[in-house]
């Protein structure tokens, strides 16, 4: 990268607020401060830089050209121009049981989790006692590891001696086989999301903290009720937040794949076979590493549409403030 | 303001007396709903310590109890004899280590570089990196892996865990150290430059301790992110002598499917590490969440 002959003579606009550095004399040295700070900017920037696009869009446009390949990543690539997408619409058995279930999964934590933590945000934010502890509280599974989170949740839904179940037959209920059958398993891994999604319970809370009382007493003078003030102002007031929450929510929830790897191994019966545990699947335990790049590839494009569905509707329900916005 | 309140107060007394009955009953409302939901979070957490500790027999009985009333601690040292606790520790902890340093510093110096520098071509690398947001870690997974196992060669080590995290572990932690360093005063820079400082000087003795909680939300964020991963692991890691946790758990509750109280004394160990860490930094971790949800 050669910076130097690509910044031009901008000194002078930029030489404004320069601390006095250059002591002008005839010569003007060839570090100015300008140069000076856009070469520091530039190697502060080198390693991230670099990497981002050495660990993300390098690859994924590499995803692209690699699905066009049939390769088991010992011999030599053999160039099968669209085969795998042929294959993967036509032949393959798990291709819309994969979609299914990551797009009925990813709905189902992203919907159960935005309602749950707004929900306990709204209580916390309430004049109750000890709310520090509180919120602690509802942030503790957040910070457990995934796979201990998984283990922990298998036993609780395990089919005789499970918590879940010992309760149903306490209330005189069948036991209910949460991860085994195929209706339930999304819904009983959804929950475990839902569980833990404490991070958005303390962002929302936060937002909710920085709605100014004035609007809700105006408002108030005004006679809204409760249920008004929250929904034309509290809401519009916090979409960002909500925004920003679900898009992260949405992002997370499609890429699940570790339920898949720790419990279920994409049972029962395909119902919980999502892109993410597919696209392992293939490239690692049945090294078609070609057909799997299909996989990412198509899976990049899923992901795309959704991101772009909620970016694109998001200027209907978006509310920025008008002032002050930062 | 005061005085506008003082006068409804008189007009509307009787409203208002109302109105805080009302407010009472419902901040009540909410307490119970809040005491409620918060047992049902921890009682996970509870149903597997009291596993852990009770015998097999008696975790299959019916009623179940709720607390263990022998309290049989020999379960721990039991899983300890083929869950090699400590070894599995010492790998986690050295992948951890090295990649949550990394990505903090990285964050650091391209957060400052965004947030205070000038220089060309700034809003579109901003762009480029924003971008990153978005492309899925699925996508990238299989020709990282034959880029670091087959291209570099670094198959069977820890560093294709441990070197991405130079990037800053991803662009949001970039994002948000450049969003607090933004609301640092400049001034401050300034004075500091004029007084001699240096740039880097600047950044570590002044910008830095300024904007500790966002440091503190990244080396949260980026513990959460290895701590949460199996994924990865599973796909670089072939050495039995150099399994992680998240392997181990796997391994373990895969193979002892029918002893659970085994399995949950496991379960208890490894997520002991991150309460532990939770308990002492507890405070300024959602603190600092809180402040980054209101900054970003």
């Given at each position: 990268m050669d910076i130097r002959k690509q910044v031009p003579d901008i000194k002078g606009v930029l030489g404004m607020n320069n601390g006095g550095q250059i002591k002008s004399g005839r010569h003007k040295p060839f570090l100015t401060n300008s140069r000076k700070e856009a070469i520091t900017a530039y190697l502060c920037l080198i390693p991230a830089f670099l990497g981002l696009s050495m660990i993300s869009y390098i690859p994924t446009l590499s995803a692209f050209?690699?699905?066009?390949?049939?390769?088991?990543?010992?011999?030599?690539?053999?160039?099968?121009?669209?085969?795998?997408?042929?294959?993967?619409?036509?032949?393959?058995?798990y291709f819309t049981d994969s979609l299914k279930a990551t797009l009925v999964y990813a709905f189902l934590a992203v919907i159960g989790s935005m309602i749950y933590s707004l929900f306990i945000a709204i209580l916390l934010n309430m004049n109750i006692p000890a709310r520090p502890l509180w919120r602690s509280i509802f942030?503790?599974?957040?910070?457990?590891?995934?796979?201990?989170?998984?283990?922990?949740?298998?036993?609780?839904?395990?089919?005789?001696?499970?918590?879940?179940?010992?309760?149903?037959?306490?209330?005189?209920?069948?036991?209910v086989k949460y991860l085994e059958s195929p209706k339930n398993v999304l819904p009983s891994l959804a929950l475990i999301a839902v569980w833990c999604a404490g991070n958005l319970i303390v962002i929302f809370l936060a937002g909710l903290q920085n709605v100014p009382g004035v609007?809700?007493?105006?408002?108030?003078?005004?006679?809204?009720?409760s249920w008004q003030r929250f929904w034309y102002i509290t809401i519009p007031y916090m979409s960002p937040i909500i925004f920003y929450n679900l898009l992260m929510a949405l992002i997370i929830n499609l890429q699940v794949v570790t339920p898949a790897l720790a419990i279920t191994n994409g049972g029962p019966q395909n119902a919980s076979m999502f892109m993410s545990y597919l696209i392992y699947r293939y490239a690692f335990t049945k090294y078609k590493i070609g057909y799997a790049a299909a996989y990412a590839a198509i899976f990049f494009v899923l992901v795309g549409i959704f991101t772009a569905i909620l970016f694109a509707t998001s200027k209907y329900w978006l509310f920025y403030e008008e002032e002050g916005g930062k | 303001m005061e005085g506008s309140v003082n006068n409804t107060y008189t007009i509307k007394s009787s409203f208002f007396k109302s109105k805080q009955r009302r407010e009472k009953i419902v901040n009540g409302i909410a307490f119970v709903f809040v005491v409620i939901f918060a047992a049902a979070v921890l009682l996970p957490l509870w149903w597997i310590i009291r596993s852990s500790l009770m015998s097999n027999g008696v975790l299959y009985s019916y009623p179940p109890s709720f607390i263990p009333y022998e309290w049989m601690v020999s379960n721990y040292s039991k899983t300890l004899e083929t869950f090699k606790y400590w070894t599995y520790f010492k790998n986690t902890?050295?992948?951890?280590?090295?990649?949550?340093?990394f990505g903090t510093i990285t964050a650091i110096f391209c957060g400052y570089a965004f947030a205070r520098l000038r220089f060309k071509g700034k809003k579109l690398i901003f762009t480029l990196c924003v971008g990153t947001i978005l492309l899925p870690g699925m996508v990238t997974l299989i020709p990282l892996y034959i880029f670091w196992t087959k291209i570099v060669g670094l198959g069977g080590t820890y560093w294709p865990l441990i070197l991405p995290f130079l990037t800053g572990g991803g662009f949001f932690n970039i994002y948000l150290i450049r969003q607090f360093m933004t609301t640092v005063p400049k001034e401050i820079d300034e004075?500091?430059?004029?007084?001699?400082?240096?740039?880097m000087c600047i950044l570590w003795s002044i910008l830095v301790p300024n904007i500790k909680p966002a440091i503190?939300?990244?080396?949260?964020?980026?513990?959460?992110?290895?701590?949460?991963?199996?994924l990865q692991q599973l796909i670089y890691i072939n050495d039995m002598n150099k399994i992680t946790f998240a392997i181990a758990l796997t391994n373990f509750t895969g193979s002892f499917g029918t002893k659970w109280n085994l399995a949950m004394a496991a379960t208890c160990m490894?997520?002991?590490?991150?309460?532990?860490i939770y308990l002492i930094g507890q405070k300024s971790f959602v603190e600092g969440i809180v402040l980054t949800g209101i900054k970003t």
């Amino acid at each position: 990268m050669d910076i130097r002959k690509q910044v031009p003579d901008i000194k002078g606009v930029l030489g404004m607020n320069n601390g006095g550095q250059i002591k002008s004399g005839r010569h003007k040295p060839f570090l100015t401060n300008s140069r000076k700070e856009a070469i520091t900017a530039y190697l502060c920037l080198i390693p991230a830089f670099l990497g981002l696009s050495m660990i993300s869009y390098i690859p994924t446009l590499s995803a692209f050209v690699l699905s066009l390949f049939k390769w088991n990543g010992m011999t030599s690539p053999e160039f099968i121009g669209f085969d795998n997408y042929k294959e993967m619409f036509t032949i393959d058995i798990y291709f819309t049981d994969s979609l299914k279930a990551t797009l009925v999964y990813a709905f189902l934590a992203v919907i159960g989790s935005m309602i749950y933590s707004l929900f306990i945000a709204i209580l916390l934010n309430m004049n109750i006692p000890a709310r520090p502890l509180w919120r602690s509280i509802f942030f503790v599974p957040y910070m457990l590891p995934a796979i201990g989170v998984y283990t922990t949740w298998r036993w609780l839904y395990e089919l005789n001696y499970g918590l879940f179940n010992h309760i149903n037959r306490m209330l005189g209920l069948p036991p209910v086989k949460y991860l085994e059958s195929p209706k339930n398993v999304l819904p009983s891994l959804a929950l475990i999301a839902v569980w833990c999604a404490g991070n958005l319970i303390v962002i929302f809370l936060a937002g909710l903290q920085n709605v100014p009382g004035v609007y809700q007493e105006a408002a108030e003078i005004d006679g809204a009720n409760s249920w008004q003030r929250f929904w034309y102002i509290t809401i519009p007031y916090m979409s960002p937040i909500i925004f920003y929450n679900l898009l992260m929510a949405l992002i997370i929830n499609l890429q699940v794949v570790t339920p898949a790897l720790a419990i279920t191994n994409g049972g029962p019966q395909n119902a919980s076979m999502f892109m993410s545990y597919l696209i392992y699947r293939y490239a690692f335990t049945k090294y078609k590493i070609g057909y799997a790049a299909a996989y990412a590839a198509i899976f990049f494009v899923l992901v795309g549409i959704f991101t772009a569905i909620l970016f694109a509707t998001s200027k209907y329900w978006l509310f920025y403030e008008e002032e002050g916005g930062k | 303001m005061e005085g506008s309140v003082n006068n409804t107060y008189t007009i509307k007394s009787s409203f208002f007396k109302s109105k805080q009955r009302r407010e009472k009953i419902v901040n009540g409302i909410a307490f119970v709903f809040v005491v409620i939901f918060a047992a049902a979070v921890l009682l996970p957490l509870w149903w597997i310590i009291r596993s852990s500790l009770m015998s097999n027999g008696v975790l299959y009985s019916y009623p179940p109890s709720f607390i263990p009333y022998e309290w049989m601690v020999s379960n721990y040292s039991k899983t300890l004899e083929t869950f090699k606790y400590w070894t599995y520790f010492k790998n986690t902890f050295t992948i951890i280590i090295p990649a949550v340093t990394f990505g903090t510093i990285t964050a650091i110096f391209c957060g400052y570089a965004f947030a205070r520098l000038r220089f060309k071509g700034k809003k579109l690398i901003f762009t480029l990196c924003v971008g990153t947001i978005l492309l899925p870690g699925m996508v990238t997974l299989i020709p990282l892996y034959i880029f670091w196992t087959k291209i570099v060669g670094l198959g069977g080590t820890y560093w294709p865990l441990i070197l991405p995290f130079l990037t800053g572990g991803g662009f949001f932690n970039i994002y948000l150290i450049r969003q607090f360093m933004t609301t640092v005063p400049k001034e401050i820079d300034e004075s500091a430059e004029i007084d001699g400082a240096s740039r880097m000087c600047i950044l570590w003795s002044i910008l830095v301790p300024n904007i500790k909680p966002a440091i503190t939300v990244v080396i949260l964020m980026l513990f959460i992110q290895l701590w949460n991963d199996l994924l990865q692991q599973l796909i670089y890691i072939n050495d039995m002598n150099k399994i992680t946790f998240a392997i181990a758990l796997t391994n373990f509750t895969g193979s002892f499917g029918t002893k659970w109280n085994l399995a949950m004394a496991a379960t208890c160990m490894v997520i002991a590490p991150g309460i532990i860490i939770y308990l002492i930094g507890q405070k300024s971790f959602v603190e600092g969440i809180v402040l980054t949800g209101i900054k970003t």
